[in-house]
């Protein structure tokens, strides 16, 4: 006979999922004792058994399978101190549009969680990226989407290239201090005329004696207002767009530098600035690596940030369906709970689904990173999927809280604006969806014209 698998699963919440068997595993023992099988579901509805391990409303088996008991552990201890440090005062900053960076980050660099893949000799744990991005996805327990982003950057997209090319000066200078929280950091690539569309940035960063010359704007910066230093893009020298460009470290102290904040629909609480550079000396040794490599070092970083935003819309997305299940089950209309109706369960079942799926892309990405795969199809593909997935859940979950989910006052709300983000920022759903095509050899050409 097959396992029994018509039983419904009991809501008893004195049975934990420690003590909870699988109606399988009863049955064969059940089999085994001679019991009737009419007799055993009575002993299964009675004892509080489910036709599978037992679980809340989104428990993921990809998670618990994914990582290993040291990971798991650290997720507890990052969501601990999620709870400590940003969540009391999320939403005071959120008002504010701004959070003390300085603060927030000596306590995570205090904790050993801004350099966790990061080499030892400058301050890092030097574990390898799936540690990372276990904390990269507990970071989504914050209440602040825009403090978990701007965390986010200071790990995986300022400084990834000087760990990885920079001199040895330039390290102990500002990777040393970034990963133990004593400064804050940005990443100065879009532009106001292009962001996306990297080759084209005008910023340069001309020879004079020992020095480089800074011209230009940079738009979009996270944590811009107050960085100490800026990994920025420029334009080294004259020649083919993906071969003229460098990355520089910029302190942001630096003469000739000014900052404007931007006021913006959601991510309140990171502060984003247009940075203007006019005249601004830095040292030619604050190239990261060889001069002239720097839009490949950045493409290099861009696979971290899209893997990273991946990996941290796992939380929220999770979040915010099951606030929104359980907000179902309690409201009422027509005399009965809104999630009776089949439409809103069946689309909560979709939407998690489709989460789930997003979750073993996600995982399966960063095994073939760790096994030194290119995974820039893989990342354009879960960036575009991400993006998408976050408006498709919040939209939907936004429209089942009703009139409630129009306020201030719901996760629903601030996630509808805050993650709408994802679908422009570190590579547009059509850009995403132009790298997908030039690697399945389907991008239309544009005939140049005579």
């Known amino acids: 006979p097959k396992p029994v698998t018509d039983a419904q699963p009991t809501a008893d919440p004195a049975v934990s999922g420690q003590t909870q068997l699988t109606v399988y595993t009863l ?59 940003i969540n009391p005062q999320a939403d005071q900053w959120e008002k504010e549009k701004i959070f003390p960076a300085h603060k927030v980050f000596k306590k995570f660099g205090e904790a050993g969680l801004l350099g966790i893949n990061k080499p030892i000799k400058y301050g890092g744990q030097g574990l390898d990226y799936k540690y990372e991005v276990a904390f990269l996805e507990a970071l989504g327990y914050s209440a602040s989407s ?55 940035i005008s910023t340069s960063a001309r020879r004079s004696g020992d020095d480089l010359v800074i011209n230009g704007t940079k738009m979009w910066i996270t944590s811009g207002m107050q960085s100490d230093w800026a990994c920025l893009l420029a334009n080294t020298s004259e020649g ?3 071969k003229n460009k460098s990355l520089i470290i910029v302190p942001m102290d630096a003469r000739g530098i000014s900052k404007s904040a931007i006021s913006k629909m959601g991510m309140h609480a990171s502060d984003t600035a247009i940075l203007a550079f006019e005249d601004v000396h830095v040292p030619a040794e604050n190239i990261i690596g060889q001069e002239g490599m720097g839009f490949m070092y950045q493409m290099m970083q861009f696979q971290e940030e899209r893997l990273a935003a991946a990996a941290g819309s796992l939380v929220p997305l999770s979040n915010v369906l099951e606030e929104t299940i359980n907000y179902t089950k309690q409201r009422k209309a027509f005399g009965q709970p809104l999630i009776n109706n089949q439409y809103m369960a069946f ?9 789930e799926l997003l979750r073993a892309a996600t995982y399966q990405a960063v095994d073939q990173m760790l096994a030194g795969e290119d995974v820039t199809l893989l990342a354009s593909m879960l960036k575009l999927k991400t993006g998408r997935l976050a408006r498709e859940i919040t939209d939907s979950c936004l429209q089942f809280w009703g009139g409630m989910g129009f306020t201030n006052e719901v996760m629903v709300s601030r996630l509808y604006r805050d993650l709408r983000l994802w679908s422009i920022g570190g590579g547009a759903d059509e850009v995403m969806l132009g790298i997908i095509c030039k690697m399945m050899d389907i991008l239309p050409k544009v005939e140049k014209k005579k």
């Open 240 to 242: 083919p767009a993906h």
């Open 146 to 200: 825009g403090i978990a982003m701007a965390i986010g950057v200071q790990t995986d997209c300022s400084t990834p290239a000087l760990a990885n090319f920079g001199s040895e000066k330039l390290k102990q200078t500002f990777l040393a201090p970034a990963l133990s929280g004593d400064m804050v950091t940005s990443i100065a690539v879009s532009e106001p005329g292009g962001g996306s569309d990297v080759a084209s």
């Open 347 to 355: 689309r909560l079942a979709e939407l998690n689904t489709d989460l």
């Open 27 to 85: 049955y064969t023992k059940i089999r085994q004792s001679g019991i009737k099988m009419k007799n055993a579901l009575q002993i299964l509805n009675s004892r509080g058994f489910s036709t599978s391990r037992a679980v809340t409303a989104l428990h993921s088996q990809l998670h618990q399978s994914f990582y290993n008991s040291e990971q798991l552990a650290l997720q507890e201890s990052v969501k601990k101190l999620v709870e400590e440090v």
